[in-house]
């Protein structure tokens, strides 16, 4: 097992989620939403929604690209096989209203296959829920943000893909 490429970025979850997807593929899909809200992360082979149980301390986003697909660590708090369809070869990672955290150029289009995997995201969760019942009128904006930057436990979330073949559309 070999590491081809590597991308990392901070993203805001937004309503609870991130969300990746192929640079072309803009409409969501509401029932993978649904879906991720039930089971931390699911998608429709074009998106893929990463669910947070905290709306506003950002989260650490990785995506690794392995020659062969390789199992998640055993101390991840869970993790779930998925599978991205890129016909760009761009992955966008997206917040909802903030718009674009990064991007990722692969190496080649095509179909991606692996596993997510998380941790952190009940902690962040527990930080998030202690610090609102903190706040009163006298923190500034300020202070909440420095709050949230303080979160001991990050939230991360790491998607380790393979790539399996040809996108459906190259095979047209």
């Known amino acids: 097992m070999q590491l081809v490429a590597e991308y990392s970025v ?22 993978a939403l649904q ?14 929604y990463l669910h947070s149980l905290q709306p506003d301390i950002p989260v650490h986003i990785t995506i690794r690209l392995w020659d062969t697909p390789v199992p998640p660590p ?17 992955l966008v ?10 991007e990722m150029t692969l190496p080649q289009p095509g179909v991606y296959e ?23 009128e006298h923190w500034e904006p300020e202070r909440i943000t420095q709050a949230w930057a303080n979160c001991p436990t990050p939230e991360r979330y790491v998607l380790d893909l393979a790539r399996t073949g040809p996108s459906a559309e190259e095979d047209d």
């Open 10 to 31: 901070t993203a805001r979850p937004d309503r609870g989620i991130v969300e990746v997807y192929d640079a072309d593929a803009y409409l969501g899909d509401e029932q």
């Open 35 to 48: 879906a991720a809200r039930d089971h931390v992360v699911a998608g429709n082979g074009y998106h893929l």
């Open 114 to 136: 692996g596993t997510a995997w998380w941790s952190g995201r009940q902690a962040s969760a527990d930080y998030y829920t202690e610090t609102l019942q903190q706040i009163d």
């Open 74 to 90: 055993a101390d991840a708090d869970g993790h779930t096989t998925i599978t991205l369809d890129s016909e760009t070869g761009i």
């Open 93 to 102: 990672i997206n917040q909802f209203t903030l718009g674009p955290a990064g």
